[in-house]
């Protein structure tokens, strides 16, 4: 059974980092992409963050251009998210996220608050 474990959210002042981290364990075959997503209070989830598996080339977010850095291990068991010059704004619970196998399966973790204070 796949399971994806996030950590290292928290609470940080404007202008503050973090590195977020996700664990995947099980059988994952057929990797297509591994992401961050976020969702803010009565907001949608939305993309933060992606790379896709036919290279490693990465995709973000306009709002976060510049600012966040998506990473993956050699293994592809692990995934970071380094995030730099946080505003309020990036408040959100974030999760990651795999799609894998012939039917691009979405797996997802539970997800890690992060508090952006002003």
């Known amino acids: 059974q796949v399971q994806l474990v996030e950590s290292g959210g928290g609470l940080v002042q404007a202008g503050g980092s973090l590195r977020l981290s996700c664990v995947a364990s099980?059988?994952?075959?057929?990797?297509?992409?591994m992401g961050w997503y976020r969702q803010a209070p009565g907001k949608q989830r939305e993309l933060v963050a992606s790379?896709?598996?036919?290279?490693?080339?990465?995709k973000y977010a306009d709002s976060v251009k510049g600012r966040f850095t998506i990473s993956r291990d050699n293994a592809k068991t692990m995934m970071s998210l380094q995030m730099s010059s946080l505003k309020p704004e990036d408040t959100a619970v974030y999760y990651c996220?795999?799609?894998?196998?012939?039917?691009?399966?979405?797996?997802w973790g539970q997800g890690t608050q992060v508090t952006v204070s002003s």
């Open positions: 996220n795999i799609v894998a196998g012939r039917w691009l399966v979405a797996y």
């Open positions: 099980g059988s994952i075959a057929r990797i297509n992409s």
């Open positions: 790379i896709i598996d036919d290279g490693g080339s990465t």
